[in-house]
């Protein structure tokens, strides 16, 4: 069973950053697609921005130029910078892993493992 395990979220005012962390339990590499979501409350979860294993990312057009997503295979870790963050980002950030099957890393459907998710909080 692989596991997920999110961190680095808290309380931040609007222009501040964050960096948020994912330990996978199982090599990474042999993910497809690695992705961050977030769910804000009331509202459905949203993919934030996906990395495939070749490297090519993909960003929702809310966070595209504020948000970094990248890996890191010998740590096993999957990172998001969030720069120039606003109060909208507020909502519980989740990390998800396929099983290394070809797809599209933009459908939820893609992933298989998730984490528990960690609460980002922006305020204005």
């Known amino acids: 069973q692989v596991q997920l395990v999110e961190s680095g979220g808290g309380s931040v005012q609007a222009g501040g950053s964050l960096r948020l962390s994912c330990a996978v339990s199982?090599?990474?590499?042999?993910?497809?697609?690695l992705g961050w979501f977030r769910q804000a409350p009331g509202k459905e979860r949203e993919g934030v921005a996906h990395?495939?294993?070749?490297?090519?990312?993909i960003y929702g057009s809310s966070v595209k130029g504020r948000f970094t997503i990248s890996r890191d295979n010998a740590d096993n870790t999957l990172y998001l910078q969030m720069d120039n963050l606003k109060a909208e980002d507020t909502a519980v950030y989740y990390c998800?892993?396929?099983?290394?099957?070809?797809?599209?890393?933009?459908?939820?459907?893609?992933?298989?493992?998730w984490g528990q998710g960690t609460q980002v909080t922006v305020s204005s």
């Open positions: 998800a892993s396929d099983r290394g099957m070809i797809g599209s890393c933009l459908d939820p459907g893609q992933y298989y493992y």
């Open positions: 199982k090599y990474i590499y042999g993910a497809y697609c």
């Open positions: 990395i495939m294993s070749d490297g090519r990312t």
